[in-house]
């Protein structure tokens, strides 16, 4: 628990000016994106929510933070954009929320070695615009980079988004890392050793600055394709990831349909693949040829319309959630040779429910698909019976040889059945770096079980539609006349 | 809005954080709960009677410029500057508004400016025998600033239009607040009985084209009044006269100029190019561009002057101080509460630049002025 004396002493630290413990403060800084997780769910968490918000604008701050937390055992969230839907930046266990967002600058831009020096607070719309005037571009960039850190992509694994097709995940274009770990020392990391901190979610360090590659801006060229058939489509995807696009995409029938319902104009097929690509003239040439030859059984929509959608990736994957108004959203990773069959498993799992699919790119022949389930939050049993579907998804993704994209709070409670042997590593390496287990608490390796009773109640709603519907397909096979003999001695009719 | 409208837009608010992208509060601050994601998940609680409407919660909503950024950049369509109107316009009825934003309505619907200054002395910057309130199809209205702080501004108009003969009246005294700061505060009341007023006057003299030269004006008429009347803004105006001819530079401006989009005449009336054309017409002008301009402009804090004042110069300085970084000699405003608001901030923290509201620079470098042929010159077509 943070008491007065901590206020003060962090004060020292950041200013008056950075320091928060305003209630309605507190309570923003207590919510993701989406902001729809059921109040009851979060208190079966045990969630305590933010008790101090402070707002570094310097390693340096970052670290005597941490020193201090470290030595008086206090809870450590960190957050970047906080658009992310896995809880991954709920401060479960009270204690300080870092914002990071003011560590947004760019130190340096090195054209002719093609890296950038950054702040982890930038966002990575703000870092490719200010790219732009250099003749630079970014590599991996995430579907929300309008809101999202460099940072907090770094942090949540940047596994998929614009870019990873072609140059990697945002791992692959790490140079170097400035750590904070919990006991406030700093560390600069290697491009190897700054993997150890890639997709650790906040849990083993903080990221206040990253060294990241960056690329000659070069030609594009945007196709945008319909296709009917599933098989068809599911193909064209798999073949179209061997020519290394910059970007490729889909959304499904479900995904169109509720986009026109929200006042978009798409056409409603099965598959709807989004391909761009870079490079030289001769080198989109090449390519050209070969995705016409590709998307042969697909129908082709004017580059206009294909740049359009491409210009609109980082809002569309929200455009329709007026229609919940709530949105679930679980995203996994499955090879893209599996695509098909773990989109008719994704239907048969989500019967009954609205939902689309959005898929962002990644690499080594992998999709990660974005489902987004609508509902309404306001009727609150139907609405938590969906967060009992993450483990639906994770056991899906793992038939299939995938896995669940990130962990946070939510997918956290499956990490024995997503890494096995594996969790007793990380719970290691964890507790090496960190031994008070302050950074980022009940997430990841040390998941916080929701209290029992939530647990019982989401196993009902979930049984209580399969039971009904299991009496209901009985019903069809007692004969008629059964039936009528039945309610005739009830009635006490029967001729 | 209705009270059913914000509800669901407080329940399609996905939380993603875009609003802060171009927030010029936030981006000054830094803290969620001045932004409108933080906005939207405090009245959600609220509505749901989970949380207590509290003085910091009130403050933030008065801390919005309301410029309109986070419009641009939500993907879900939530429009908080219409939800802040309305939540304005409650707490303003409710008396829960903060006490300088009461005496600011008080002042607003006595004196018909935010400036507290008599209403009898609106006129006082005309010369006694300027003819006005006379009968004319073209009226140039002066606005609040005009009248009362920045008298530069429409004389400088005036001077070119007299020169060229252009046939305009003016109403002098018996103009009154167009009621912008009087919506933006909340007081639906009062602005619905300005704007009557207004519209009754403008009908009497025979006005059919209004030519504005404060952007808050212009947006106003635009939106709140009754689209029989057409309105142009000054920057409208001149690039029709430079494309016929009749007004030409030819005095060198040797600067590397940066024009600022303010909000209410770039974002919401859609000029963009017409400051830039009239800056271009100007010879030895390098027109240069802040990182982003336009639509996506960043506002310059001058809408929350009121609320914050030392918060309202920090974010101009911040922008000055981008100007500077681009290279810029020169910035150039059409927007007097953007230029009041720059001269403040780079003031306020010790920053060199020459800054200039468009008008003021005009007659300095206007060689030629031929005489209008028609009255009518200045109709949209």
Avoid at chain 1, 474 to 490: D, H
Avoid at chain 2, 17 to 34: K, M, Q, T
Avoid at chain 2, 109 to 122: C, G, V
Avoid at chain 2, 129 to 150: A, I, R, W
């Amino acid at each position: 628990m943070v008491i007065t004396k901590d206020i003060a002493i962090l004060t020292d630290i950041v200013g008056k000016e950075r320091i928060s413990t305003e209630e309605s403060e507190l309570f923003c800084y207590s919510r993701d994106l989406g902001n729809s997780i059921p109040d009851e769910l979060l208190k079966a968490y045990g969630m305590l929510g933010a008790e101090v918000v402070v707002l570094p604008k310097t390693t340096e701050e970052v670290s005597a933070i941490l020193e201090y937390a470290y030595e008086n055992d206090i809870p450590i969230t960190t957050r970047g954009g906080g658009s992310w839907a896995l809880g991954g930046v709920l401060p479960m266990d009270g204690g300080i929320v870092i914002d990071m967002c003011r560590m947004n600058t760019i130190k340096t831009v090195n054209k002719e070695d093609g890296y950038v020096d950054v702040g982890a607070g930038i966002s990575w719309k703000k870092l490719m615009d200010s790219l732009k005037t250099y003749g630079l571009m970014v590599g991996a960039h995430p579907s929300s980079a309008v809101s999202a850190t460099v940072g907090g992509f770094i942090a949540t694994g940047g596994g998929a988004g614009t870019g990873v097709p072609k140059y990697g995940t945002v791992g692959d274009q790490v140079l170097s890392l400035k750590v904070v770990l919990s006991s406030g020392k700093i560390i600069q990391t290697d491009p190897w050793n700054s993997w150890l901190f890639t997709g650790s979610e906040g849990t083993l360090g903080i990221v206040t600055e990253a060294t990241v590659k960056v690329f000659p801006l070069r030609e594009e060229k945007h196709y945008l394709y319909y296709f009917d058939s599933l098989e068809q489509g599911t193909e064209a995807l798999r073949k179209l990831s061997n020519l290394e696009p910059y970007q490729l995409s889909f959304l499904d029938r479900g995904f169109l349909s509720l986009l026109n319902q929200a006042g978009e104009h798409f056409l409603e097929r099965e598959l709807a693949v989004s391909v761009g690509i870079t490079g030289t003239e001769e080198e989109l040439k090449a390519k050209d040829v070969k995705i016409t030859q590709i998307c042969a059984a697909g129908q082709p929509q004017p580059e206009y319309v294909a740049r359009d959608e491409f210009e609109n990736r980082f809002k569309i994957g929200l455009a329709f959630k007026c229609l919940g108004p709530s949105l679930f959203v679980q995203e996994i990773r499955v090879p893209l040779r599996f695509l098909k069959d773990v989109l008719d498993d994704i239907a048969k799992l989500l019967k009954g429910l609205t939902w689309g699919i959005e898929s962002l790119g990644s690499d080594a022949g992998s999709i990660v698909l974005s489902v987004m389930i609508l509902g309404d939050e306001r009727r609150e049993l139907e609405y938590l019976q969906t967060f009992s579907l993450s483990a639906g998804f994770a056991n899906l993704a793992r038939k299939y040889c995938g896995t669940v994209y990130g962990i946070g709070l939510h997918n956290a409670v499956n990490m024995r059945g997503i890494h096995n042997e594996g969790l007793d590593v990380m719970r290691d390496i964890r507790l090496s770096l960190d031994k008070q287990n302050i950074l980022n608490p009940g997430k990841t390796t040390h998941p916080r079980i929701p209290g029992i009773f939530v647990y019982m109640f989401m196993f009902m709603m979930k049984t209580v539609p399969f039971l009904v519907r299991f009496i209901l397909d009985t019903m069809k096979y007692i004969p008629t006349g059964l039936l009528r003999f039945a309610f005739g001695i009830v009635g006490g009719n029967i001729k | 809005m209705t009270e059913q409208e914000i509800i669901e837009q407080v329940y399609t608010c996905a939380s993603c954080g875009y609003c802060r992208f171009g927030c010029p509060v936030y981006n000054e601050i830094g803290f969620e709960s001045l932004t409108v994601r933080g906005r939207m998940q405090i009245l959600k609680k609220i509505l749901e009677g989970k949380m207590e409407l509290t003085k910091p919660i009130i403050e933030s909503i008065y801390m919005c410029a309301q410029c309109e950024n986070c419009n641009i950049r939500c993907p879900t369509g939530v429009d908080f500057v219409k939800i802040s109107e309305a939540l304005r316009e409650t707490l303003l009825k409710n008396r829960l508004a903060p006490e300088v934003q009461l005496m600011l309505t008080e002042n607003l619907a006595r004196d018909s400016n935010p400036f507290r200054e008599p209403l009898e002395e609106r006129g006082a910057w005309l010369p006694s025998d300027y003819p006005q309130c006379k009968k004319s199809e073209n009226l140039y209205f002066v606005g609040c600033t005009g009248s009362y702080s920045l008298n530069r501004i429409p004389k400088s108009i005036m001077r070119i239009l007299d020169n060229i003969g252009f046939e305009y009246t003016l109403l002098g005294s018996e103009e009154r607040c167009c009621g912008s700061p009087i919506l933006r505060a909340g007081d639906r009341e009062t602005a619905t009985k300005t704007i009557e007023r207004n519209v009754e006057k403008f009908k009497s003299l025979g006005v059919k084209t209004i030519i504005t030269s404060c952007a808050g004006c212009h947006k106003t008429f635009l939106h709140d009044y009754p689209s029989e009347f057409n309105f142009v803004h000054y920057t409208q105006l001149f690039t029709k006269l430079i494309n016929e001819g009749v007004l030409v530079f030819e005095k060198e401006l040797n600067e590397k100029v940066i024009y600022f989009d303010g909000c209410d005449l770039g974002r919401h009336s859609g000029i963009y190019e017409e400051p830039r054309e009239i800056l271009r017409a100007i010879p030895g002008v390098e027109l240069i561009e802040f990182q982003y301009n336009r639509e996506e402009a960043e506002c310059c804090g001058g809408p929350i002057l009121g609320a914050n004042a030392e918060l309202a110069r920090k974010i101009a300085a911040t922008r000055v101080q981008e100007a500077i970084d681009k290279g810029a000699t020169f910035l150039v405003t059409a927007c007097p509460t953007c230029l009041l608001n720059f001269k403040e901030g780079a003031r306020t923290a010790g920053i060199q630049l020459q800054m200039q509201d468009l008008p003021l620079l005009l007659p300095k470098y206007v060689k030629v002025m031929k005489k209008v042929q028609t009255a009518g010159a200045v109709k949209d077509e």
